[in-house]
């Protein structure tokens, strides 16, 4: 419900203004074209209340319902039968009442599509039959210069107003998408690339270094113990390291340095141009930071990282055996004791 009525709101709020443009731009031509008939006074009332009064009205009632949209909806069919209702008290002048009853159609397709366009026909029909049984219905086919003049704002203005509105609105939905799009390659916990996102980028790297003869350096990073820590401690605590370790990453690595998620403890980091034994360095200095880490609840805990790391070799067919051979480091770290930097040709580089 709550999404419902933010979605309401929202939509209220972009029609506002282009109503209060449109019924003042109607409300000119609708004047222009009622002085020469003899009409009531109260009809001149309504005209004025319909076109400076009603698009405040209109946005109270709808801010104020309970579904913001559906009330919107019901103002829009309503702006159809104001509209309706002018055309055939205009004694349906040719100009006038084109130029009104096509703007309202073109605002109920810009804003509920075919199916808003249809109920706001039926709408315009019921409001020249309210207007036939009060005045009768006639026909004036004689268009004045004055209702040229008049009708030109409402031809020019108002559907600026509308291709205004309705550009706002691509540009708020190409901004969700692009959101949408970083969220499904993101992984919620960490804000590191997910695993799909993080090996996609990987097939690309490693055919940017296949065609370019570039060097780069993968490193498997898994954090010793962790499934202990969790149930020692519990899945926030865990949460917790997890987190850090994303922090740390970002801190230690290089703005084109891509790191992601790579499961449940193991990260993943892509080391575009950099040789294996400065990798190396790099994730040595992390690893020993890392160890540093302290939780303010639970002083005795105490965390470290296996690293394994394999640099591209043009033997590489494919990125898998790219991959393959940082894990097999990756591995040997830990085999090997835990809490240490290994290069893929299974000699350790840098130990605690």
Request: glycine residues 6%; hydrophobic residues 45%; charged residues 15%.
């Amino acid at each position: 419900m709550e999404n419902r009525q933010g979605k309401g709101l929202s939509f209220a709020r972009r029609i506002y203004r282009p109503r209060i443009i449109g019924t003042a731009m109607c409300c000119i031509s609708v004047i222009a074209a009622l002085y020469p008939l003899a009409k009531p006074g109260w009809v001149w009332a309504l005209l004025l209340v319909n076109g400076f009064v009603w698009p405040h009205l209109a946005y109270q009632l709808a801010t104020r319902s309970k579904f913001p949209y559906d009330a919107e909806q019901r103002n829009l069919v309503w702006d159809a039968l104001f509209s309706g209702f002018w055309a055939a008290t205009l004694q349906f002048t040719p100009l006038t009442t084109v130029t009104l009853l096509s703007m309202v159609a073109m605002n109920n397709v810009a804003a509920g599509g075919k199916r808003l366009l249809v109920r706001g026909a039926v709408a315009q029909v019921v409001g020249v039959g309210v207007a036939g049984l009060l005045f009768g219905m006639q026909f004036n086919p004689s268009v004045s210069l004055v209702q040229v003049y008049a009708c030109l704002p409402m031809l020019t203005l108002y559907p600026m107003a509308i291709g205004m509105v309705c550009y706002q609105l691509a540009i708020k939905l190409s901004e969700h998408k692009r959101a949408l799009s970083a969220l499904s390659r993101i992984d919620s916990l960490t804000g590191l690339l997910n695993h799909g996102s993080w090996k996609d980028l990987l097939q690309l790297k490693f055919h940017k270094c296949q065609q370019q003869q570039s060097h780069a350096t993968i490193a498997l990073i898994d954090i010793d113990h962790f499934k202990q820590i969790n149930d020692s401690h519990g899945h926030i605590v865990g949460d917790a390291v997890l987190r850090q370790l994303s922090l740390e990453l970002r801190r230690s690595l290089r703005e084109n340095d891509l790191a992601g998620r790579y499961g449940g403890d193991e990260f993943c980091v892509i080391l575009p141009q950099m040789p294996l034994d400065e990798a190396a360095q790099v994730m040595e200095r992390m690893r020993e930071t890392f160890s540093n880490y302290r939780n303010p609840q639970i002083p005795e805990l105490r965390v470290s990282l296996s690293i394994g790391l394999a640099s591209f070799q043009p033997s590489f067919t494919e990125a898998a055996m790219w991959l393959n051979a940082a894990d097999r480091a990756l591995y040997a770290a830990k085999d090997t004791g835990r809490n240490r930097v290994t290069v893929s040709d299974d000699r350790v580089a840098h130990s605690a």
